[in-house]
């Protein structure tokens, strides 16, 4: 490797290529499957009508009104939230230098979801039905928003704290999850205790979580927290880097270590708080889809974070299709295919051990 | 003078580490603390660039304030070696191109790249640049994390034990390395050691640390026999060897 220029060698440029080329596949698998999404289900239609719908270019109000109204929200919201989750559990990873981390295993999923549900029972934000499509409508975002963040905020410092005092060791990780989510679990069944029936339908509903319930106005607010936290951690990749180095040697390239993880753990906290609030638990996105690109091309933070929020919409979009499919004319709740997907995944780390 | 410390004190909780810990380097001085284990050499480190931050006390570095720098202007002045090298995905070129983070605003420069690469050269590293941290010996980790702490460009360069992973080929050729760069760069270093004889033969200045405190600082040629019985409670004997003092064990007191 030679670099007397100030130009990068041959050698390292074809390292980086390989890198570059396997995120623009994605992106382009990602494109396909958007397309495949909106085709897809109890009404199929085909890709050109999809793409000249998309255009404002289609002789079919059904067609339309379809693409419109109901395909087009859920996938990109499954994008969204996808690609939300996935760069949480790919910074919590990084910052707690723990592989276990994501927000689903460290109870931070659950207590968003304490949250929100507290929020919409106690407080009245929202609406609840006993279907599951609707189960809750979020009339005051703002303030669900806000309780889903402050109990996730509670357990993120938490754990921030204990991995300070204790070492953030999967293993301590794993169990602080287990305590945090269980308490947090407790919290919602206690709500549910107190319930009526129609509050309980919609509870246990909104616990499955599902890409179809949102409608625009959720994915417009939804879309837009996301997209600046997404654009925040893209832009901190450099310090993430550094703290893969140890807390030590990253203080001594001049990162305000502290600051970084705490700030990173907040982002991924609201992150995880905007999505759950809005379309329920979505299980191990966080934790699988950093996992597959580690394995692919590596923990370098500056193409880590966007492969996982590319490959996070993939495989979240993937398993909506799969759960819409799967039982036509039934819908289920995507989440119901993330666990089928994380459980063996998180099992198979284990058991095979775990590299950050 | 490129480092100044006036009377430090550090304690961890209510424990006190270091107390009245005054002492100063110059330019072109390789420096080495000694003490037995757990007598705070490592602490006296990292507060030297406030990776822990000291109760009491100033450190001067180029006659500034450490207190009143940020922490990126601290890593422009000093860089830091850590005992222990973490592993990650990474490759060697990327963990040294880390180094330039303090200096690199947004991009990475091509004066950025020529600095790596020179350093990447002077270290025989060529071969690693594009293996993975977490397929490396502790040896190769252990020069990739010195390969670094040079690309820093930094006056000052702290080294918590940078042989403990090294074998002895690579303990003589980084120690003389670092030797080489401090009196040709006219900067200054300062490591933690274990080994006597090894600290000795590659540093100019030594500052033995036992009570909490310094126990006794100077020249290497001016190491007493005394001094290190104080210190580590063995009797030895100091011989000298081409200009080099040799320290040999004589008997443990204790064991006696």
């Given at each position: 490797?030679?670099?007397?220029?100030?130009?990068?060698?041959?050698?390292?440029?074809?390292?980086?290529?390989?890198?570059?080329?396997?995120?623009?596949?994605?992106?382009?698998?990602?494109?396909?499957?958007?397309?495949?999404?909106?085709?897809?289900?109890?009404?199929?239609?085909?890709?050109?009508?999809?793409?000249?719908?998309?255009?404002?270019?289609?002789?079919?109000?059904?067609?339309?009104?379809?693409?419109?109204?109901?395909?087009?929200?859920?996938?990109?919201?499954?994008?969204?939230?996808?690609?939300?989750?996935?760069?949480?559990?790919?910074?919590?990873?990084?910052?707690?230098?723990?592989?276990?981390?994501?927000?689903?295993?460290?109870?931070?999923?659950?207590?968003?979801?304490?949250?929100?549900?507290?929020?919409?029972?106690?407080?009245?934000?929202?609406?609840?039905?006993?279907?599951?499509?609707?189960?809750?409508?979020?009339?005051?975002?703002?303030?669900?928003?806000?309780?889903?963040?402050?109990?996730?905020?509670?357990?993120?410092?938490?754990?921030?704290?204990?991995?300070?005092?204790?070492?953030?060791?999967?293993?301590?990780?794993?169990?602080?999850?287990?305590?945090?989510?269980?308490?947090?679990?407790?919290?919602?069944?206690?709500?549910?205790?107190?319930?009526?029936?129609?509050?309980?339908?919609?509870?246990?509903?909104?616990?499955?979580?599902?890409?179809?319930?949102?409608?625009?106005?959720?994915?417009?607010?939804?879309?837009?927290?996301?997209?600046?936290?997404?654009?925040?951690?893209?832009?901190?990749?450099?310090?993430?880097?550094?703290?893969?180095?140890?807390?030590?040697?990253?203080?001594?390239?001049?990162?305000?270590?502290?600051?970084?993880?705490?700030?990173?753990?907040?982002?991924?906290?609201?992150?995880?708080?905007?999505?759950?609030?809005?379309?329920?638990?979505?299980?191990?996105?966080?934790?699988?889809?950093?996992?597959?690109?580690?394995?692919?091309?590596?923990?370098?933070?500056?193409?880590?974070?966007?492969?996982?929020?590319?490959?996070?919409?993939?495989?979240?979009?993937?398993?909506?299709?799969?759960?819409?499919?799967?039982?036509?004319?039934?819908?289920?709740?995507?989440?119901?295919?993330?666990?089928?997907?994380?459980?063996?995944?998180?099992?198979?780390?284990?058991?095979?051990?775990?590299?950050? | 003078?490129?480092?100044?410390?006036?009377?430090?004190?550090?304690?961890?909780?209510?424990?006190?580490?270091?107390?009245?810990?005054?002492?100063?380097?110059?330019?072109?001085?390789?420096?080495?603390?000694?003490?037995?284990?757990?007598?705070?050499?490592?602490?006296?480190?990292?507060?030297?660039?406030?990776?822990?931050?000291?109760?009491?006390?100033?450190?001067?570095?180029?006659?500034?304030?450490?207190?009143?720098?940020?922490?990126?202007?601290?890593?422009?002045?000093?860089?830091?070696?850590?005992?222990?090298?973490?592993?990650?995905?990474?490759?060697?070129?990327d963990a040294i191109l880390l180094g330039r983070h303090p200096h690199i605003r947004y991009k990475t420069r091509p004066d950025d790249l020529k600095k790596v690469d020179a350093v990447i050269k002077r270290l025989d590293l060529s071969h690693l640049c594009l293996k993975y941290l977490d397929q490396m010996s502790g040896g190769e980790l252990q020069k990739v994390s010195i390969a670094r702490a040079l690309v820093q460009q930094t006056d000052l360069l702290l080294l918590d034990e940078p042989t403990s992973s090294l074998d002895l080929k690579n303990q003589t050729d980084i120690l003389g390395l670092i030797?080489?760069?401090?009196?040709?760069?006219?900067?200054?270093?300062?490591?933690?050691?274990?080994?006597?004889?090894?600290?000795?033969?590659?540093?100019?200045?030594?500052?033995?640390?036992?009570?909490?405190?310094?126990?006794?600082?100077?020249?290497?040629?001016?190491?007493?026999?005394?001094?290190?019985?104080?210190?580590?409670?063995?009797?030895?004997?100091?011989?000298?060897?081409?200009?080099?003092?040799?320290?040999?064990p004589i008997e443990n007191k204790k064991a006696a």
């Amino acid at each position: 490797m030679h670099f007397e220029n100030g130009e990068i060698s041959e050698e390292y440029s074809a390292y980086i290529r390989k890198k570059t080329v396997f995120i623009f596949l994605v992106f382009i698998v990602l494109i396909l499957m958007i397309i495949i999404s909106i085709s897809l289900g109890s009404v199929h239609i085909g890709f050109i009508e999809v793409i000249k719908t998309l255009l404002n270019n289609s002789d079919s109000r059904q067609f339309e009104l379809i693409i419109w109204n109901i395909r087009l929200p859920q996938t990109l919201t499954a994008v969204v939230a996808g690609a939300g989750l996935a760069a949480s559990g790919a910074v919590m990873q990084s910052v707690l230098r723990n592989p276990l981390a994501s927000p689903f295993t460290l109870g931070i999923a659950h207590a968003a979801a304490f949250g929100a549900a507290f929020s919409v029972m106690i407080l009245g934000t929202g609406v609840m039905a006993s279907s599951l499509n609707d189960a809750l409508n979020i009339s005051n975002p703002v303030i669900t928003l806000s309780s889903a963040f402050f109990f996730s905020m509670v357990t993120a410092c938490i754990i921030t704290y204990i991995s300070k005092i204790r070492g953030s060791s999967p293993e301590i990780m794993v169990l602080t999850g287990i305590a945090l989510g269980s308490l947090f679990m407790a919290g919602t069944m206690l709500l549910q205790f107190f319930a009526d029936d129609v509050q309980l339908a919609a509870m246990v509903f909104w616990t499955f979580g599902d890409v179809a319930r949102a409608d625009w106005k959720d994915f417009y607010f939804l879309s837009g927290v996301t997209f600046c936290l997404l654009v925040y951690f893209l832009a901190n990749t450099k310090n993430y880097n550094a703290m893969d180095m140890g807390d030590e040697t990253a203080k001594g390239l001049g990162v305000k270590v502290e600051m970084v993880r705490l700030s990173a753990m907040m982002a991924a906290s609201l992150a995880t708080s905007v999505i759950i609030s809005f379309i329920g638990i979505i299980s191990f996105i966080g934790l699988v889809a950093p996992h597959i690109v580690r394995r692919v091309i590596g923990d370098d933070q500056r193409f880590l974070m966007p492969a996982s929020i590319l490959v996070g919409a993939l495989i979240l979009l993937s398993a909506d299709i799969v759960a819409r499919l799967v039982l036509l004319p039934h819908v289920l709740p995507v989440s119901i295919f993330t666990s089928f997907l994380g459980a063996p995944v998180f099992i198979y780390l284990i058991i095979k051990g775990y590299r950050k | 003078m490129i480092l100044k410390v006036n009377d430090l004190e550090f304690q961890y909780n209510s424990h006190k580490t270091l107390k009245n810990v005054s002492f100063s380097i110059q330019r072109g001085e390789t420096t080495v603390i000694l003490g037995p284990n757990g007598v705070g050499k490592t602490t006296l480190l990292k507060c030297l660039n406030s990776i822990l931050t000291p109760q009491n006390g100033d450190i001067l570095v180029k006659d500034k304030n450490i207190r009143a720098m940020d922490i990126n202007q601290i890593a422009k002045e000093i860089s830091y070696v850590a005992q222990k090298n973490e592993t990650a995905r990474i490759t060697a070129f990327d963990a040294i191109l880390l180094g330039r983070h303090p200096h690199i605003r947004y991009k990475t420069r091509p004066d950025d790249l020529k600095k790596v690469d020179a350093v990447i050269k002077r270290l025989d590293l060529s071969h690693l640049c594009l293996k993975y941290l977490d397929q490396m010996s502790g040896g190769e980790l252990q020069k990739v994390s010195i390969a670094r702490a040079l690309v820093q460009q930094t006056d000052l360069l702290l080294l918590d034990e940078p042989t403990s992973s090294l074998d002895l080929k690579n303990q003589t050729d980084i120690l003389g390395l670092i030797k080489h760069i401090v009196k040709g760069h006219n900067i200054a270093a300062v490591m933690t050691m274990h080994d006597l004889n090894t600290a000795l033969r590659f540093s100019d200045q030594y500052l033995f640390l036992k009570d909490k405190t310094i126990y006794g600082a100077g020249k290497i040629n001016k190491i007493s026999a005394k001094m290190i019985e104080a210190v580590y409670g063995v009797s030895v004997e100091i011989v000298y060897h081409k200009g080099f003092p040799l320290v040999i064990p004589i008997e443990n007191k204790k064991a006696a």
